[in-house]
């Protein structure tokens, strides 16, 4: 049995259970910039990292759809390994009520594959009312529930209760990649003692200011550390920050929605749509060559991470071609490996950052 935890229940229990999760922030004075907001809409998709000392960071991706009914899905897919040691991929979906989306206190984020697809009255995030709150009191009070596997099934070990209260030199703006840039987020740094029959634990959340979307973007309680350290949702063409435009203006883009296996240049099937965009790209520009460069973080040998990056880049030009009919003379693949990291390798975001794929118009 396989579970996925949407936020981070710690390495220590990486075999049996999945996360929505990082470890620490970037926080950067962006209050003279545009703050962005994040819409909850189909295909936004927030990457996750759980990282496991020195093999590195095991990515989990949360992909949302359905959304325009009274609830919406969520999808978790990632790799973990097993308890023979083997890595396998699991996938479990969870429908959210909109209800609870804006008015739950109770937090849920740990569920099995075999797990019913609802559980109402529970949200795996904050919710409007709870975030509304941290706006007008200052804190607000929510239940967080530990689930734990036990025969096959998932139980409630312990219901934690208790009053969060907004942190007084806590961030206001924090700096997240956000569709291939890093922007600003406005967030609500909150922290309290959640506890069930006077026995509990101190937790810690970074929490998108927004009602609509209140996602968690940083966590902190016993056993669970997270972060997240992308999100990527659809933009026109004319978005600023739009492939396309980007490649027209500045003949280079940075790419952060193709998503590889752990260690391995297999592409993952939520890369389809960034794939497709630079295809039709393609097609719209018959004119374009590009060349497409595969980029690591600094976990594992250098000559091993010049390889990985090379048939990372090889395997998203067999895709345009033989997936898509784009000319295999219009596409050139190359990899660098560790050596044009963007930031440094010391944190989950930072590694993140350098696991990339560029395009350049040639």
């Known amino acids: 049995m396989h579970a996925l935890d949407l936020k981070l229940f710690?390495?220590?229990r990486?075999?049996?259970a999945f996360v929505w999760f990082l470890p620490l922030w970037l926080w950067a004075p962006c209050h003279a910039q545009e703050v962005h907001q994040i819409p909850l809409v189909d295909r936004l998709t927030t990457t996750t990292a759980v990282t496991s000392g020195r093999q590195g960071d095991y990515e989990v991706l949360t992909v949302i759809s359905d959304v325009s009914g009274a609830s919406f899905k969520v999808t978790l897919s990632g790799e973990a390994a097993d308890d023979g040691g083997e890595m396998r991929e699991i996938q479990i979906s969870r429908v959210i009520l909109r209800e609870d989306w804006r008015t739950s206190r109770t937090i849920r984020t740990y569920f099995h594959e075999s797990d019913p697809p609802q559980f109402p009255g529970t949200t795996p995030e904050m919710s409007a009312i709870t975030v509304n709150e941290i706006r007008t009191l200052g804190r607000t009070t929510i239940t967080y529930l530990e689930?734990?596997?036990e025969f096959g099934?998932?139980?409630?070990s312990r219901k934690l209760t208790g009053s969060l209260a907004r942190v007084a030199n806590g961030p206001?703006?924090?700096?997240?990649?956000?569709n291939g840039r890093l922007q600003p987020l406005r967030v609500l740094h909150v922290a309290g003692r959640l506890s069930e029959n006077g026995n509990g634990d101190d937790f810690d959340f970074v929490i998108l200011d927004d009602p609509e979307n209140p996602l968690i973007l940083k966590r902190r309680g016993p056993g669970i550390s997270s972060v997240v350290t992308r999100i990527e949702y659809p933009q026109p063409t004319s978005s600023a920050t739009s492939l396309e435009r980007s490649l027209a203006e500045e003949k280079h883009a940075l790419v952060y929605g193709i998503y590889f296996k752990f260690a391995r240049s297999d592409?993952?099937?939520?890369s389809d749509t960034v794939i497709k965009e630079i295809a039709t790209i393609l097609k719209s520009n018959p004119g374009w060559k590009l060349a497409i460069a595969g980029h690591t973080d600094n976990v594992g040998g250098d000559q091993t991470n010049l390889e990985l990056s090379r048939k990372r880049a090889q395997s998203v030009k067999s895709v345009l071609v033989e997936r898509y009919g784009i000319g295999a003379e219009r596409l050139t693949a190359g990899g660098f490996g560790t050596s044009q990291?963007?930031?440094?390798?010391?944190?989950?975001?930072?590694?993140?950052r350098n696991r990339r794929v560029e395009l350049t118009r040639q």
């Open 147 to 149: 689930v734990e596997p």
């Open 153 to 156: 099934a998932t139980v409630i």
């Open 267 to 270: 592409i993952r099937p939520e």
């Open 341 to 352: 990291p963007q930031t440094k390798n010391d944190t989950p975001e930072g590694r993140a």
């Open 14 to 16: 990486l075999r049996r």
């Open 172 to 178: 206001d703006v924090t700096t997240l990649l956000l």
């Open 10 to 12: 710690g390495v220590r």
